[in-house]
Every structure is written in C-alpha cells, then in structure tokens.
C-alpha cells in the first residue's frame, strides 16, 4: 500500500493547519461553543471557499475529485483543533449517501448545496432504544399515495440545531430489528411535524432530540431501493467512523503534546515533573498508542471500497484499537496535568472530553470487538 500523500493533499494540510490555528485557538473556540448558536457559520463558509466541503465528491457530481483520504486529512486537521463545524454529518454521511445511492434528481438538488455551504445535514439515525444497531428501529415510513408519513423519535442527532435537512433512518416493513425492511429519507427539518429539543453535547458540539410526528416526505425523498438500506447504512457509517477516527488521531497528537509541554513545566520537588522516570516512560507509551492509532486508520481509510467483509474488518479493527487509544492516552494527559486537567481553564480537559465521546459514537470498543469476532 502506498502511505504517501500527494501534492495536493500536503496542500490542503498545510492549509486547513494554518486555517485552524488561526481561528481555533482555546480562547476563541471557547467563546464560540458557549455562544448562543454553538458554531460559527462563518467557518462553514470559509471551508466552503476553500473547496473543502466538496473535496470528497466527484467531478461529475460537482465537487473536486477527492475521496475518503482526503476526508482523512482534513478530519485530521480538524481534531487538533477540537473544530465543532458539523462536517461529518453533512459531508461524509448525507454526501455519502447522495453519492452511493442517491438519483441524479437527488444528487443535483443536494450536493451542490453542500459543495457551497447553503445546505447543513443532520444523520438522525439512533434512538433511545436501539443502541447501536442499525435495523433496531421504531421509528417508521408508512406508504401514503406515492410518499410517505414518518413516526417517531430520534435521539442525539449530532448537529441539528443547525442543520437543513436531515437523513432519517426508519423501518417501512418488517419487524423490528429485521435487517430488511430498513429506508433512508432526505426530509427538510423545517418540514411540518418536526419538533426537535436542541442541547449541548459534553465536548463541546450540539446534538437534538427529533420527534417525528405524521411528517409527510415525497417519493423524491427515497433513498435507494425501499426496505434495503442497511447495507448502504453500514457502508456509510464504516466511511462515518474512518473520518472520526482520523479526527481522533488529530485529538490524541495535540493531547499527547500538550502533555509533555506541560511536563517540562510543572514543578515538583524543584524539578520539571518531566525528569521523573516513571512519567517519561508513560509519556512515551502515550506516543505509542497513537501511533498504532494512526497506522490503524489509515488501513481503516484505505480498506472503504473494498468488498463488504474486508471493509468491516478493517473499520472495526480500527474502531477497537483508536478507542483504546483514546481511552490510554485521555486517561494519562490527565492525570499528568492533575485536578487542573479537568477543569474548564485549560484545554487539555476539552480534548479528553472529546476522547471520551469518540468511544461511543458509531459503536464502541465491546461492539466492534463483537462485529471483528464474528466477521473473522
């Protein structure tokens, strides 16, 4: 396998590291999390300018050509700065089903909107009792004429307080938990019937409870053939996890290097804490870890078009090993900073939490250890 990045996507690192640095210092991403809106539109826009939001669509579909290590490397960027903008939800997850399956109708009224930053999409896909599988549905799409009436409650929908349009997961035959029987929708929030309650996340995003209540879509609404989604679910939500995978890579470098920084300055017993043997050797574990982390996900990234099973085995592995990761390297950054590493004055608190979360979206360690085992 080639590990190499090209020309243009060393461009674009160097480019969205400068951008982040710039605007995602501790103090100004603070202030914008605590704000009334949670995000900066401005920033969105800004990544729109840049090509950045249509970086990983085809040429034919109106984007720039890329692809999922191109997502890797701007979700890399955007770790190290704890960026909030909801780049996963709209470009990844909704773009990945507008590309994979999406009509060319569908494609022409979305993507373009995505690529320019007017369109924000939510993944409204878990609910308050289906854990992390993905057919464990209540939520339903009965036939009404030529569309459809969605019921239902989706929980912890990751940026809706400011999106668009939201991509709905719901179950229009079968039984619950049937693995057929499973539909995606393209549904307007602002459609009538869509009441949603809009809270902070713990590190630091915004997420919504969706309460879908007779809310009539189209036919246009569809996506992909009725009643068999799920394997296009898991394709998506496998690209969903490299993408946050690489992101937590991005958390676990400046976590790891915040840690060190710190150790050569915090004192004890008049000497840098950094001298002592026993926090050098953790320090240097701590480098390991991610460094594993990295290599996992870019086998993980590089694995997204292969057949289903390698693909799936791959992400898992990933999934496994960076949940770890994070776990290893949140645990020690903070408690090598002591009691102050938890509190809200220093950054390195924000970067835990933001590890700490990474472990249960998308399915954690003990699901994909369960999914790898059974795959294997």
């Known amino acids: 396998m080639d590990f190499n990045f090209t020309e243009e996507q060393e461009m674009v690192r160097d480019g969205l590291s400068r951008l982040v640095r710039e605007n995602y210092d501790w103090e100004t991403r603070r202030g914008a999390v605590e704000s009334g809106t949670g995000w900066r539109p401005e920033i969105w826009a800004q990544l729109a300018e840049l090509g950045i939001l249509g970086m990983p669509f085809s040429e034919e579909d109106g984007g720039f050509g890329g692809g999922a290590v191109d997502a890797m490397v701007v979700m890399e960027e955007f770790g190290k700065g704890l960026v909030v903008e909801p780049f996963v939800p709209t470009v990844v997850c909704a773009g990945g089903f507008l590309k994979h399956a999406g009509t060319d109708a569908q494609k022409d009224e979305h993507i373009g909107g995505i690529v320019d930053g007017s369109r924000v999409f939510a993944f409204a896909y878990a609910e308050p009792r289906g854990r992390y599988d993905y057919a464990d549905l209540e939520t339903t799409a009965k036939k009404d004429g030529s569309g459809y009436i969605l019921n239902g409650h989706k929980a912890v929908v990751v940026g809706a307080p400011w999106a668009t349009h939201l991509i709905v997961t719901a179950r229009s035959s079968g039984d619950r938990r049937d693995r057929k029987g499973v539909s995606v929708f393209v549904v307007d929030k602002a459609a009538a019937g869509i009441v949603t309650r809009d809270y902070p996340t713990v590190d630091g995003r915004h997420a919504s409870e969706v309460y879908l209540e007779n809310v ?21 939500t496998d690209e969903a996890i490299a993408a946050q995978c690489a992101e937590a890579c991005g958390v676990m470098k400046v976590a790891h290097t915040m840690t060190v920084e710190y150790s050569r300055q915090r004192k004890q017993f008049g000497v840098p804490i950094g001298s002592f043997q026993v926090l050098q050797h953790r320090m240097v574990d701590m480098y390991t870890e991610y460094e594993q982390a990295v290599s996992l996900t870019y086998l993980a990234t590089l694995k997204l078009d292969a057949p289903e099973r390698e693909r799936k085995l791959a992400v898992s592995a990933a999934k496994v090993r960076l949940g770890q990761a994070a776990h290893h390297i949140g645990r020690d950054a ?43």
Not at 216 to 236: F, H, K, M, Q, Y
């Open 216 to 236: 009539s879509v189209p036919a246009e609404a569809l996506i992909s053939e009725e009643g068999a989604a799920l394997p296009l679910i898991e394709r998506v």
């Open 334 to 376: 903070i408690q090598i900073h002591g009691g102050m590493g938890m509190t809200d004055e220093m950054a390195i608190g924000s970067y835990f939490k933001r590890l700490t979360i990474f472990d249960s979206e998308f399915g954690n360690v003990d699901h994909h250890m369960k999914r790898h085992i059974t795959l294997s």
